[in-house]
């Protein structure tokens, strides 16, 4: 990022705007877990997922952004698709199990995994004293929310466990992404996994889920819809020009906004019981994140 990029201020507008979209992509959770009362896992995944790719490959003709990868390219995306593949499988499968509060809270920790991955796996990327802190107070989060899991029923823990993991899977995702986004298009990047993976979706729910769509109304087409086209397309767009325009850095101070979102609608919209626990991980995980993301005038980082 360059300096001016990165000391260019955010009008208020923008900031609310870019508020507006980290409780958009909060909700997501949320809608997840709505559309697994009707839809398949891998199904729902796979509906996500396709109905997201055809709105991007029309953005990037209408934007002109070229979608001709090379045979090394490709193979690049084989291998993401497949890491994608697995860490969403994961993650549907952990929220059909537990609440969409803590699938909220847990998977925003991937920056936590990031930064831990990062620090063995990228060169560049050292682990410092704001980021230890912020890393402590993110896990001791998910520690709480595991406390909690352990006290309701055997299926919710192994859900935050799955939830975990997926969690893990996402991390090296976005590692492996650091390491090759330098000979892509940031749409491709997003596009091809979506497109490698939504056949495999389709397959694996016709074989395992045991009835692809069990039961279609209204509230589980709008949550289709959410996923697709206002986290996936609309936010997903959006998200990026504002990266393009401001930096990643003066948008990383909105980050926290996400988990407490995810949070507050579970409640409101699903009825997931508010529990000490849970206000006590909402505090240690959005700490963690404002930690991490602080940045003061005297410091580099």
């Given at each position: 990022m360059s300096t001016e990029l990165a000391s260019k201020e955010l009008p208020f507008s923008t900031s609310m705007f870019a508020v507006f979209l980290c409780m958009l992509f909060g909700a997501n959770p949320v809608a997840v877990k709505t559309t697994l009362t009707g839809i398949g896992i891998f199904t729902s995944a796979g509906i996500r997922f396709g109905?997201?790719?055809?709105?991007?490959?029309?953005?990037?003709?209408?934007?002109?952004?070229?979608?001709?990868?090379?045979?090394?390219?490709?193979?690049?995306?084989?291998?993401?698709?497949?890491?994608?593949?697995v860490q969403i499988s994961l993650f549907y499968f952990g929220l059909n199990r537990t609440t969409a509060s803590h699938g909220a809270l847990i998977g925003n920790t991937v920056p936590f995994v990031v930064m831990l991955l990062a620090h063995f796996l990228l060169p560049d990327d050292r682990i410092n004293t704001k980021k230890v802190l912020g890393l402590l107070l993110g896990f001791a989060g998910v520690c709480l929310l595991f406390r909690e899991s352990l006290n309701l029923t055997a299926e919710a823990f192994s859900g935050d466990c799955l939830l975990f993991l997926a969690v893990l899977v996402w991390g090296c995702n976005v590692i492996y992404v650091k390491k090759i986004i330098a000979e892509f298009e940031p749409l491709q990047i997003t596009l091809f996994p979506m497109i490698f993976t939504v056949p495999l979706y389709l397959l694996a729910g016709y074989l395992l889920d045991g009835g692809m769509v069990r039961e279609i109304n209204p509230v589980v087409i709008q949550a289709v819809l959410y996923q697709s086209l206002v986290t996936a397309s609309f936010g997903?767009?959006?998200?990026?020009?504002?990266?393009?325009?401001?930096?990643a850095t003066n948008l990383h101070c909105f980050l926290f906004l996400m988990p407490v979102s995810g949070v507050v609608l579970?409640?409101?919209?699903?009825?997931d019981p508010i529990t000490h626990s849970l206000i006590g991980s909402i505090i240690l995980v959005t700490g963690g994140l404002i930690v991490v993301n602080w940045k003061s005038s005297s410091s580099p980082d």
């Open positions: 109905i997201a790719a055809v709105v991007l490959s029309c953005w990037a003709g209408l934007t002109g952004v070229s979608l001709t990868l090379s045979p090394k390219q490709l193979r690049q995306m084989g291998v993401l698709g497949l890491i994608f593949f997903f767009v959006m998200w990026n020009t504002l990266i393009q325009r401001y930096g579970g409640v409101l919209l699903l009825g």
